[in-house]
């Protein structure tokens, strides 16, 4: 997974660009309507370990890949209503 294409997704589902470097903040993506398996936190820890901003926390390249499919995926239905 690109760096860039993650959070050109994540920009584009939530509307927000006002978290570190450019992501969405937590408020807006916790909002953003998304079919996942997991709970949105889990993702956000994902996203947080993913830009490398948090050392501490574990990468979880499943997660992230889900995160992405599902936010592709919602993009595509929003831009065929
Ligand atoms: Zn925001």
Do not use: H
């Not at 909002?31 to 996942?36: A, E, G, T, V, Y």
């Amino acid at each position: 997974m690109d760096q860039a294409i993650l959070k050109k997704n994540l920009n584009k589902i939530s509307g927000c660009n006002l978290g570190y470097v450019g992501y969405p903040c937590q408020n807006c993506f916790n909002i953003s309507s998304l079919k996942l398996t997991q709970p949105k936190d889990e993702y956000w820890k994902a996203i947080l370990a993913f830009r490398g901003d948090n050392p501490n926390l574990r990468q979880n390249p499943i997660l992230i890949e889900e995160l992405n499919k599902a936010i592709e995926e919602e993009i595509i239905k929003r831009s065929s209503r």
